[in-house]
């Protein structure tokens, strides 16, 4: 098992967090590995928090960007940086377990999709585990991805040695699910594994999970980005909706 693994992390006033997540990283069992870490001008402690790592860890870089842009501009800097064979995200206040790496990697040599995620535990701030477990369908095609987007950054592995590395699109919101369309439209199928392999901490007035204000963001993301039909979107949209309440209740 080798390839250089390139992890792609955006941060903005993270210093509450980016310690567990960095540890989390550097406790992985797979060690060949960069950490593209792209701040979006904090204005609290994150940056020199991140600085200490690098000091003992030449794995772990830094990128500052001169204006606060978003996690789209934030995550598209770390891509277009990327040196490794494979590449993963992992945001700034989420948790792999040791064996995250090494198990995608190992999921990819034995599967042969180049495109693999898994299923990850759910916390509140404090890690505490007040939600279920979200399990990941074992196959997520482009139209599952259109109803309800199974894929979470936190575990999205990517074989881009196969795949090629790809920008997100530039937008607010849903830049996640326009990069896995982008990669579904080549390959059938990403391939989902079932047993828990990260910590996705849910945060006190998530956006992700105001599926009110999301719905502009939703319907703008399937007519605007993914071109499709006024028909097509309205049916897309109702599913998104009823699969959302599904997936974020306790």
């Known amino acids: 098992m080798s390839g250089l693994v390139s992890i792609i992390t955006p941060t903005y006033n993270s210093e509450k967090f980016i310690t567990e997540t960095i540890q989390s990283v550097q406790n992985q069992t797979y060690a060949n590995w960069e950490m593209l870490i792209v701040d979006d ?31 789209s501009k934030a995550r598209n800097k770390a891509i277009s940086e990327v040196k490794g064979d494979f590449m993963t995200f992992l945001d700034a206040d989420d948790i792999w377990f040791p064996d995250f790496i ?10 042969g999709i180049p495109f693999v ?21 074992q196959k997520v095609t482009y139209t599952d991805i259109l109803k309800t987007n199974s894929i979470s950054c ?36 990403a391939y989902g594994i079932k047993e828990p392999k990260a910590i996705y901490r849910i945060r006190e007035n998530s956006l992700s999970r105001d599926k009110k204000k999301l719905l502009k963001y939703q319907w ?31």
Not at 41 to 64: G, N
Not at 124 to 136: G, H, T
Not at 157 to 182: E, H, S, Y
């Open 41 to 71: 001008c904090s204005s609290d402690k994150t940056v020199a928090i991140i600085q200490q790592f690098m000091e003992d860890d030449h794995r772990i870089h830094l990128i500052r960007l001169n204006k606060n842009s978003g996690a």
């Open 154 to 189: 936190l575990t999205a592995f990517i074989d881009v040695k196969k795949l090629g590395v790809k920008l997100m699109p530039d937008i607010r919101k849903r830049q996640d699910m326009g990069l896995w369309l982008k990669y579904l439209k080549e390959i059938p199928f």
């Open 117 to 137: 995620f898994s299923s990850y535990r759910r916390s509140n701030e404090k890690l505490e585990f007040v939600y279920s477990d979200f399990i990941v369908p």
């Open 102 to 111: 090494e198990n995608s990697i190992a999921t990819i040599q034995k599967t």
């Open 220 to 250: 703008q993301f399937y007519r605007d980005v993914e071109k499709l039909s006024i028909f097509e979107s309205m049916y897309y949209m109702v599913q998104w909706m009823v699969r959302g309440f599904l997936k974020y209740r306790n």
